[in-house]
Nanobody
Framework: QVQLVESGGGLVQPGGSLRLSCAAS????????MGWYRQAPGKQRELVAG???????FYADSVKGRFTISRDNAKLMVYLQMNSLKPEDTAVYYC????????????WGQGTQVTVSS
């Protein structure tokens, strides 16, 4: 079991930036990868970025070149730097580990709201 607490969301104008943080209650090194997911109103939750224990990264096409995921295993933290934000990035963002098939574990936290609007 692991508790995950997301923070850093907020209201930002289009083109702006935010940095999301995810704090874990215990070591995340045992998981294949940590991911950032998002869920917009009326839509399914989607994986937008992931990073393996070895540092390999994955990005959804919709965020490539704009988002950067990173992790600090010693501090039990995972980050998502989001630049050039668009209104369609508006969603609740969650961090959660997933396995080698990209199947997420069920350790969902409360998430953090990101709203991109002028």
């Amino acid at each position: 079991q692991v508790q995950l607490v997301e923070s850093g969301g907020g209201l930002v104008q289009p083109g702006g930036s935010l940095r999301l943080s995810c704090a874990a209650s215990r070591s995340i090194f045992s998981f294949y990868a940590m991911g950032w997911y998002r869920q917009a109103p009326g839509k399914q939750r989607e994986l937008v970025a992931g990073i393996t224990t070895g540092g390999s990264t994955f990005y959804a096409d919709s965020v490539k070149g704009r988002f950067t995921i990173s992790r600090d295993n010693a501090k039990l933290m995972v980050y998502l730097q989001m630049n050039s934000l668009k209104p369609e990035d508006t969603a609740v963002y969650y961090c959660n580990p997933y396995d080698y098939r990209k199947v997420p574990y069920n350790y969902w936290g409360q998430g953090t709201q990101v709203t991109v609007s002028s």
